[in-house]
C-alpha cells in the first residue's frame, strides 16, 4: 500500500501570509492526488484534485503542485476562514490513503 | 439537490456488528463510485472503502473480512455492514460520492462508538 507522509503537521501563520504544505507519497502516484480542508465537526472539502485543478468555487488563492512523489499545496494570502485541517489524499490505486493532516493555526 | 445522510451509528461491544446507512438524494446511487471515510475521534482521515457502478468493491486492509459495503438501488442507499467490531473502529463514518472529482460529495457523519 502507497504511504502518503504529509509535512508539517501543525503550522502558525498570519493572516495575510503565503503558506505551505507537502505531501510525499512512497512510490509515484502520477498526479493522482487531492487536497482537502476540514472544518472542526464538519466534513472534509475538496480543494483540489489531479495535484494542480481547482475544484469549483475554491478561491483562486489555493493552488497545488506536483507529480510523482513530492506535492504542495499552496495559500498565497492567508485568510481568516481557511484557519483549519488540510490532508492530502492519493486516488492511484486501492486502497487509497491519506496524510496525517497539518493544522493551521493563528499566530 | 444533492444530499447524503448516515445513520446507523452508535454504541456497540466489541465484536458486535453494525449497519451503516447513507440515503442518497438528487442522484443515483448506482451511477457514481461511491465510498466510505472514517475518523478516529481527534485523529486524521482515513479512506475505509469504495463500491464502482458496476459494484466491484475495494477496502482498506484494516477492515477487510470485516466490513462489507453495499447498496440497495430501489432505496437509492449505501450500506458499511460492519462485523467484529474493535475499539480502533471507533469513529466517524461518512459516506462520499466520487471522492477527487468534480462531483465530489460528502455527508455529515454518523458517530460509531466500540466500547465495552
Known amino acids: 500500500a502507497i504511504q502518503m507522509t504529509q509535512s508539517p503537521s501543525s503550522l502558525s501563520a498570519s493572516v495575510g501570509d503565503r503558506v505551505t504544505i507537502t505531501c510525499r507519497a512512497s512510490?509515484?502516484?502520477?498526479?493522482?492526488l487531492g487536497w482537502y480542508q476540514q472544518k472542526p465537526g464538519k466534513a472534509p472539502k475538496l480543494l483540489i484534485y489531479?495535484?494542480?485543478t481547482l475544484q469549483s468555487g475554491v478561491p483562486s488563492r489555493f493552488s497545488g503542485s506536483g507529480s510523482g512523489t513530492d506535492f504542495t499545496l499552496t495559500i498565497s494570502s492567508l485568510q481568516p476562514e481557511d484557519f483549519a485541517t488540510y490532508y492530502c489524499l492519493h486516488d492511484y490505486n486501492y486502497p487509497y490513503s491519506f496524510g496525517q493532516g497539518t493544522k493551521l493555526e493563528i499566530k | 439537490e444533492v444530499q447524503l445522510v448516515e445513520s446507523g451509528g452508535g454504541l456497540v461491544q466489541p465484536g458486535g456488528s453494525l449497519r451503516l446507512s447513507c440515503a442518497a438524494s438528487g442522484f443515483t446511487v448506482s451511477s457514481h463510485y461511491m465510498y466510505w471515510v472514517r475518523q478516529a475521534p481527534g485523529k486524521g482521515l482515513e479512506w475505509v472503502s469504495v463500491i464502482y457502478g458496476g459494484g466491484t468493491t475495494y477496502y482498506a486492509d484494516s477492515v477487510k473480512g470485516r466490513f462489507t459495503v453495499s447498496r440497495d438501488t430501489s432505496k437509492n442507499t449505501l450500506y458499511l455492514q460492519m462485523t467484529t467490531l474493535r475499539v480502533d473502529d471507533t469513529a466517524v463514518y461518512y459516506c462520499a460520492r466520487d471522492l477527487q472529482r468534480p462531483s465530489d460529495y460528502w455527508g455529515q457523519g454518523t458517530l460509531v462508538s466500540v466500547s465495552s
Open positions: 512510490q509515484g502516484i502520477r498526479n493522482d
Open positions: 489531479s495535484a494542480s
